[in-house]
């Protein structure tokens, strides 16, 4: 099974809304009510706003695929006026978790951090949302704080935290 990685292209923003809601159900269903979901992601998830994303100077974001097949993205954002860059998001597919996609994401991010300069990359994590908090501390990441994180009428928390990028 292998595990490629490529940029986003504009054909791949349905791809990247259905992975969206197929992960949100599967990884928030239990703690957010799919109203909720729903609401934000009709908000924040539409292909006019992902284009707006993809054409950022600031962003980049990742599509893997498992033998030919999406599997699941990553949203990378430069900051510059912090020197960070974040994953703002990383879903894989239920049925390609466990498979190594997450892990050709986070290095493909990390890549591209080290190519702005930056040593660290940060994420932030629902705390409800135990198996993705487990798999990014197995993977070397220490979280250093909390923030409430909204979905239309229910508020979370959110750990954030970082690891340093290795070469």
């Known amino acids: 099974m292998a595990v490629t990685v490529r940029g986003w292209t504009e054909g791949d923003l349905e791809t990247i809304r259905r992975i969206t809601w197929t992960t949100w159900l599967e990884a928030y269903g239990s703690f957010i009510p799919e109203r909720d979901l729903k609401s934000y992601f009709d908000s924040v998830y539409t292909v006019e706003d992902l284009t707006k994303l993809l054409r950022s100077p600031h962003f980049r974001g990742l599509l893997a695929e498992v033998d030919g097949s999406p599997a699941g993205y990553a949203k990378v954002r430069y900051a510059p006026d912090e020197k960070r ?24 991010s990390e ?43 229910t508020t979370v928390m959110h750990r954030i935290g970082y690891r340093p990028i290795h070469h």
């Open 85 to 108: 860059c974040y994953v703002s998001s990383l879903y894989v597919l239920p049925e390609y978790q466990g498979k190594g996609a997450g892990r050709v994401l986070m290095s493909e």
């Open 111 to 153: 890549r591209h951090a080290l190519a702005l300069g930056v040593s660290e990359i940060w994420l932030g994590v629902m705390v409800q949302n135990t198996p993705a908090l487990e798999w990014y501390q197995r993977n070397g990441f220490v979280f250093v704080e909390e923030q409430p994180f909204t979905m239309g009428a």
